[in-house]
């Protein structure tokens, strides 16, 4: 193990993966893990049979970890492009591009539940990102480039932060 590692107890790990909007599913399905299994380990929850925590064997912490270096190479080569073609000009001079819209839904959501991510790294309000994402608003895909450059910046810092996380036990 490397010094400049993150260990992280498996609570913690449900934290962060709720806060940029990771579904503990797609980490589940990674790791070859049942997800309500994983869900109920994330979340520390008291097994009903027995009064103990629910825990995880060393082999599915192993295959945990390994999910999540998996996921964050995954990310590592996901870029939602501007296309400057594509761009639209709105009475108010602003310029956003729908088409980057569709690119996320289409690259983003296999891995990540698209309004908590986009809460994440836009530091937008839920309605604004609905409103945003809802086809008959009149704010439907109004992502400016500096919107797209921010969404990309948080991919890749998310992507480097799963490659440095240790999951341990606690």
């Known amino acids: 193990m490397e010094s400049h590692d993150i260990k992280i107890p498996l609570t913690r790990l449900k934290d962060y993966l709720g806060e940029v909007g990771i579904a503990v599913t797609t980490v589940a399905e990674l790791a070859g893990i049942n997800p309500i299994h994983l869900h109920k380990c994330l979340a520390a929850e008291v097994d009903g049979r027995n009064g103990s925590v629910r825990t995880m064997s060393d082999d599915n912490m192993a295959r945990l970890q390994e999910a999540l270096h998996q996921l964050a190479l995954h990310l590592k080569y996901i870029f939602i492009f501007y296309n400057t073609d594509m761009e639209i000009l709105k009475r108010n001079g602003r310029r956003y591009c729908p088409d980057s819209l569709e690119q996320i839904r289409k690259e983003l959501s296999p891995v990540f539940n698209i309004i908590p991510f986009m809460e994440y790294s ?3 309000s839920h309605s604004k990102v609905r409103n945003v994402l809802d086809r008959c608003s009149i704010s439907y895909g109004n992502l400016s480039q500096d919107d797209v450059n921010r969404i990309n910046l948080k991919l890749a810092e998310v ?12």
């Open 122 to 124: 836009l530091g937008w």
């Open 159 to 170: 992507s480097t932060r799963l490659d440095l996380l240790t999951i341990v036990r606690g």
